[in-house]
C-alpha cells in the first residue's frame, strides 16, 4: 500500500543529490550520509542541482518504493533546516508545503492542542 501521510517522520536530505541515483544508492546516501536507518519506515526526500525534481525513498513491507515528481515549471522550495546536521527532520505539513510549492519563509505553525497517546 503506498502511503505518504502525516503518521510519517520525514527527513530531507542536506545537500545536493545525483538524480540519476536509483534505490540502492539512494539508500547509501540515507546510510552513510545522514546516518540512519532507511528500514525503520522512515521517508527521505532527495533534491537535485536544479530543485525541479524531488525523490522519495520510503521502506514499506517487503521492498522500498521510490516516488519521483518532477516539476514543468519552478522548483521546489526546501525548508531552512539545520547545518550543523546531515539531515533536517520535517513535519508532515512543511512536507506538503514544499510539495505544493508554497515558501515558507517567515512563517509560523500556531500551537494546536494534541492529545497524548495512550498506551
Same mark, same amino acid.
Given at each position: 500500500?503506498?502511503?505518504?501521510?502525516?503518521?510519517?517522520?520525514?527527513?530531507?536530505?542536506?545537500?545536493?543529490?545525483?538524480?540519476?541515483?536509483?534505490?540502492?544508492? =539512494?539508500?547509501?546516501?540515507?546510510?552513510?550520509?545522514?546516518?540512519?536507518?532507511? =528500514?525503520?519506515?522512515?521517508?527521505?526526500?532527495?533534491?537535485?542541482?536544479?530543485?525541479?525534481?524531488?525523490?522519495?525513498?520510503?521502506?514499506?513491507?517487503?521492498?522500498?518504493?521510490?516516488?519521483?515528481k518532477r516539476l514543468e515549471k519552478g522548483t521546489?522550495?526546501?525548508?531552512?533546516?539545520?547545518?550543523?546536521?546531515?539531515?533536517?527532520?520535517?513535519?508532515?505539513?512543511?512536507?506538503?508545503?514544499?510539495?505544493?510549492?508554497?515558501?515558507?519563509n517567515k512563517t509560523t505553525l500556531c500551537r494546536r492542542y494534541s492529545p497524548?497517546?495512550?498506551?
Amino acid at each position: 500500500m503506498f502511503s505518504l501521510n502525516e503518521s510519517g517522520q520525514y527527513y530531507l536530505c542536506n545537500g545536493i543529490v545525483d538524480m540519476r541515483k536509483g534505490i540502492d544508492a =539512494l539508500y547509501s546516501v540515507v546510510c552513510n550520509q545522514m546516518k540512519r536507518d532507511p =528500514l525503520l519506515g522512515e521517508i527521505f526526500l532527495f533534491l537535485g542541482r536544479r530543485r525541479d525534481t524531488i525523490k522519495i525513498l520510503q521502506w514499506q513491507r517487503g521492498g522500498f518504493v521510490l516516488y519521483i515528481k518532477r516539476l514543468e515549471k519552478g522548483t521546489f522550495q526546501p525548508p531552512i533546516y539545520n547545518k550543523t546536521s546531515n539531515s533536517w527532520q520535517m513535519k508532515w505539513t512543511d512536507f506538503v508545503m514544499m510539495i505544493e510549492g508554497i515558501k515558507q519563509n517567515k512563517t509560523t505553525l500556531c500551537r494546536r492542542y494534541s492529545p497524548t497517546k495512550w498506551e
